[in-house]
């Protein structure tokens, strides 16, 4: 079992930075695929990036290639999102998850565990 625990949401201008943290627990990250996904209220939850723990490959949603940046930290068990130059689009709950599997996968019904989520808002 993975414990994840997301942090690091807020409200913020169009065209701020945030950097979203999620910690992971319950078990050591070796292999894991971490993704983070975000629902916006009436939406389905979509792919927003992921990064393989074992040998940082990395994924992103279009919509935000150049801007978002996946990261992780071995010695704190913790992924990041850096989100610099936000759009008031951004604007949802952004969700981190695991995947047992290997594969960088997009679908969020390849993904194992989740956190409760991190409010992001951004104004225009």
């Known amino acids: 079992q993975v414990q994840l625990v997301e942090s690091g949401g807020g409200l913020v201008q169009a065209g701020g930075s945030l950097r979203l943290s999620c910690a992971a627990s319950?078990?050591?990250?070796?292999?894991?695929?971490m993704g983070w996904f975000r629902q916006s209220p009436g939406k389905e939850r979509e792919f927003v990036a992921a990064?393989?723990?074992?040998?940082?490959?990395?994924q992103y949603a279009n919509s935000v290639k150049g801007r978002f940046t996946i990261s992780r930290d071995n010695a704190k068990n913790t992924v990041y999102l850096q989100m610099n130059n936000l759009k008031p689009e951004d604007t949802a709950v952004y969700y981190c998850?695991?995947?047992?599997?290997?594969?960088?996968?997009?679908?969020?019904?390849?993904?194992?565990?989740w956190g409760q989520g991190t409010q992001v808002t951004v104004s225009s």
């Open positions: 319950g078990r050591t990250l070796r292999n894991e695929v």
């Open positions: 998850a695991a995947s047992d599997g290997v594969l960088v996968v997009t679908s969020r019904h390849e993904y194992d565990y």
């Open positions: 990064i393989s723990w074992g040998d940082d490959r990395t």
